[in-house]
């Protein structure tokens, strides 16, 4: 069973950028895809963006395109979220997940970490 743990979260200010890493136990190729969600408090969890272990395909909510950038390092087992041009609105718990479907709908995954929190805020 994978372990998913996600790191890099804290507070930014408007305009500022974070990186956000997922380490996985085991190998990364072990899963077709890998993905970040986030969930504001009273809003549901929705798909952030998410890549292929296989090719390296990519898919991006709207929201976040231009300003996110996922990419993975299959040497070290890491995905990462690169998040610039950051806004009060992307502040969230985000979670890394691994799954067998290259989608942004939370069932395509099967594997979830715990989260970490981000907070846009001046």
């Known amino acids: 069973q994978a372990q998913l743990v996600e790191s890099g979260g804290g507070l930014v200010q408007p305009g500022g950028s974070l990186r956000l890493s997922c380490a996985a136990s085991?190998?990364?190729?072990?899963?077709?895809?890998v993905a970040w969600f986030r969930q504001a408090p009273g809003l549901e969890r929705e798909g952030v963006a998410c890549?292929?272990?296989?090719?390296?395909?990519?898919l991006y909510a709207d929201f976040v395109k231009g300003r996110f950038t996922i990419v993975r390092d299959t040497a070290t087992n890491t995905v990462y979220l690169q998040m610039n041009s950051l806004f009060p609105d992307d502040t969230a718990v985000y979670y890394c997940?691994?799954?067998?479907?290259?989608?942004?709908?939370?069932?395509?995954?099967?594997?979830w970490g715990q989260g970490t929190q981000v907070t846009v805020s001046s």
């Open positions: 997940a691994a799954g067998r479907v290259l989608v942004l709908w939370a069932w395509g995954y099967d594997y």
């Open positions: 085991g190998s990364i190729s072990d899963y077709y895809s």
């Open positions: 890549i292929s272990s296989t090719d390296g395909d990519t």
